[in-house]
């Protein structure tokens, strides 16, 4: 079983991947949220997996509140349970971060696999130019290979890349960003640009978009910051205040 999050789709794709050739069934986790749907069966010898990118040098917030809400029948001693998160380039402390999330639920193996760049609402922060993203993208299928066959084998081990600095970037400016980064009160989407097209709308993960009488989309305070609106607007119409309008756009190419 894996439980999943992605914001414009390196982590879906990274989580389509296991799924198929360790025949998983794959769980939505910001639908389970939505839904209130928290509890699990294991079947017997089932391994319990969670794929998400990393926020912030940590699992996004919705991750961890469904890691600590979590309940699951049928789990044993012999259960291998392991994270994949994708990241830009390091992930600080997010093994340590889920794993108090999960409580008794002992993660046996973790990984990190670098992506496309998708953050852009700080300065200094931008998507990467085509010809990493191409290199990004070639490596991850190497490295996601590699981690099809160590969760097949339920190898116990941590392979992540942390970076320099992991305890600060996870403890200290990682807090910042939950309690001051996660509004979405600065999206907008220019009036002129929009097409009313309605695709913010229907793939917000959380139903946190609806649109106004014109057409124009309205945030409702309930965001998780995976800035997929932003991304995949066809018109490339939605931004984050002023921050984002010179900045490039991105999603995975499997991921419409």
């Not at 025949?23 to 069966?41: E, I, K, P």
Request: proline share 5%; with cysteine; net charge positive.
């Amino acid at each position: 079983m894996i439980f999943w999050f992605s914001g414009t789709g390196n982590s879906l794709w990274a989580a389509k991947q296991l799924a198929g050739p360790l025949n998983d069934t794959l769980v939505d986790v910001a639908q389970a949220t939505l839904d209130g749907n928290f509890d699990y069966t294991l079947r017997q010898g089932e391994s319990i997996g969670f794929v998400f990118p990393t926020h912030s040098w940590g699992p996004p917030p919705i991750v961890c509140d469904f890691a600590r809400k979590l309940n699951i029948t049928g789990l044993s001693s012999s259960t291998h349970c392991y994270m994949v998160t994708t990241c830009g380039d390091d992930i600080g402390l997010t093994v340590e971060i889920l794993q108090k999330a999960l409580g008794n639920i002992e993660l046996n193996a973790a990984f990190s696999i670098q992506m496309p760049n998708t953050y852009v609402c700080l300065p200094g922060f931008d998507v990467d130019d085509p010809a990493t993203e191409h290199s990004k993208l070639t490596a991850a299928k190497t490295t996601v290979e590699k981690v099809v066959m160590a969760v097949a084998e339920r190898r116990n081990v941590i392979e992540v890349n942390k970076g320099k600095m992991a305890w600060a970037k996870s403890r200290l400016i990682r807090p910042g960003f939950v309690s001051m980064g996660m509004s979405d009160k600065q999206f907008k989407a220019d009036a002129q640009a929009c097409t009313h097209c309605g695709k913010c709308e229907t793939m917000c993960p959380m139903h946190n978009i609806v649109r106004s009488a014109d057409g124009t989309p309205q945030w409702q305070g309930n965001c998780t910051m995976c800035l997929r609106c932003l991304h995949m607007c066809p018109a490339g119409a939605i931004n984050y205040g002023n921050a984002t309008q010179k900045k490039g756009r991105y999603h995975h190419r499997d991921f419409k």
